[in-house]
């Protein structure tokens, strides 16, 4: 027996309902011994049963279907062991469990301008211990990714890993259910692109190398979509299809409400880290994002309501803007962030967004608690030309920026407190009134000039 064997007690209980509900599952040995023993504890199915063979070399599609269903249709598990399926389009009944062994197990798609997997309008789907190989071959136009699921309630793919894909990786639409500790990389596309979701947690997953995006949250309308995006590790995302921010992305929001990212570390990102746009009551909190091409967190567009809290920010254009009053951006409580390394090149000329600021925002935000070192331009930025209302930016710490911190003055500017932040080693200026990007005051600490600006109780040093 291996020294780290351990040894698993025989059930006082006889019947096997008896086992399963009173005692827990003792795993030994290699993850494939452990797999087979989660197979074997569900009841499942070994696939050679039904004729599915690994490393058969042919096409094993009607095999795979066959055995898939056969499995649903006795309500056990189908168990694949280490080899290679080469499979197309296949269509996963409700109740389907394919339980594989985690990195030997692997279906490859065999191209025909279809897709590997897809599932519609059924539930309680599992994917676990299984690769999904798109070997870069060509994905039909009516799908948008190598496996699709639509319309999914209770939908788990747990330890699995998807790479290659023509297109995204996995697309989810209108599906509840988690996508834990899972592997994603290669998609010519989005690694994960969820629309309109209906309880999602995507949670513990590796995304790398992917072409246009890592883990994007989409809703064709503005509406609640609560997905919990959180542990998740992003890294080398590209802008494959250009653009000034749609593309590049480690993890996108877009027009979806409610939804949590949290404590992901993102990094190498041709764009930026996490994007909000438009997606009201977001929370970023905890993330760690690094090397970012654009802006590192932004939220804009439309949104109303964002806690951005406790981020690590190294390297960037900006390092957090929160932006677009113009079009209702507002409502947002930006604490505890630690920005640094902010540069002041970016992806497109600078002229477009004027690159090098720590921290931008425009409308009804509290900026508290922030610490900014290196911004070339800026180090907190408060409004933009006219658009600026209910700004408070205090306790804040500004070190080595070019400008300390730069308020609009701009007229029909709203309210702005500056308070109690220490500003050092600022090289053009600690406060000052700009407008737009020019600077139009001198010092405005202790008497603004500006009946709706409060400048008070900073300390400014050399």
Request: aromatic share 6%.
């Amino acid at each position: 027996m291996p020294k780290d064997a351990r040894i698993c007690p025989e059930p006082a209980l006889t019947s096997r309902r008896a086992f399963l509900a009173g005692t827990a599952l003792c795993l030994s040995g290699t993850a494939a011994m452990a797999q087979m023993k989660i197979a074997d504890l569900r009841g499942s199915i070994d696939s050679a049963e039904l004729g599915l063979l690994p490393n058969a070399g042919s096409d094993q599609t009607a095999q795979f279907q066959n055995a898939v269903n056969r499995a649903v249709e006795r309500g056990r598990a189908l168990f694949l062991p280490a080899g290679t399926y080469p499979v197309a389009n296949l269509r996963l009944p409700s109740g389907t469990l394919i339980v594989g062994v985690p990195g030997r197990t692997r279906l490859v798609y065999e191209g025909g301008g279809g897709q590997l997997i897809r599932a519609e309008g059924v539930n309680n789907i599992g994917l676990n211990g299984v690769t999904f190989d798109g070997a870069n071959r060509s994905i039909g136009d009516f799908t948008e990714g190598l496996l699709h699921f639509i319309g999914v309630r209770d939908l788990v793919l747990e330890n699995c890993e998807i790479a290659g894909s023509a297109k995204s990786g996995l697309v989810l639409d209108r599906c509840s259910g988690r996508v834990t500790e899972c592997r994603i990389s290669g998609a010519a596309e989005t690694a994960l692109w969820s629309n309109e979701a209906t309880g999602l947690s995507i949670t513990g997953n590796t995304v790398t190398d992917c072409a246009n995006g890592g883990i994007w949250i989409y809703r064709w309308r503005e509406g609640e979509d609560g997905t919990i995006v959180s542990g998740n590790r992003i890294e080398r995302i590209g802008a494959r299809f250009g653009g000034t921010g749609q593309y590049g992305n480690g993890i996108n929001v877009f027009r979806a409400d409610g939804v949590i990212v949290s404590n992901n570390r993102v990094a190498d990102c041709a764009f930026s880290a996490i994007r909000s746009n438009a997606g009201s009551n977001v929370q970023i909190i905890g993330n760690s994002c690094l090397r970012s091409g654009e802006t590192a967190i932004y939220s804009e567009f439309g949104f109303q309501g964002a806690v951005i809290s406790n981020n690590l920010v190294d390297g960037g254009t900006i390092g957090i803007s929160i932006a677009n009053f113009v079009d209702d951006g507002r409502l947002a409580v930006c604490n505890g962030n630690l920005i640094r390394n902010i540069k002041d090149e970016g992806p497109y000329p600078p002229e477009v967004a004027g690159f090098g600021i720590g921290i931008a925002a425009e409308a009804d935000t509290s900026l508290t608690g922030n610490v900014i070192e290196g911004a070339p331009k800026f180090g907190l930025m408060l409004g933009w030309g006219p658009y600026m209302r209910n700004i408070v930016a205090s306790q804040n710490v500004v070190r080595d920026c070019g400008n300390g911190i730069a308020v609009s003055v701009v007229d029909g500017t709203g309210s702005a407190v500056i308070s109690n932040n220490v500003v050092q080693g600022s090289k053009r200026g600690a406060i000052n009134g700009f407008r737009w990007l020019e600077k139009a005051t001198d010092e405005l600490n202790g008497q603004s000039g500006y009946p709706n600006l409060t400048v008070t109780g900073n300390q400014v040093s050399a």
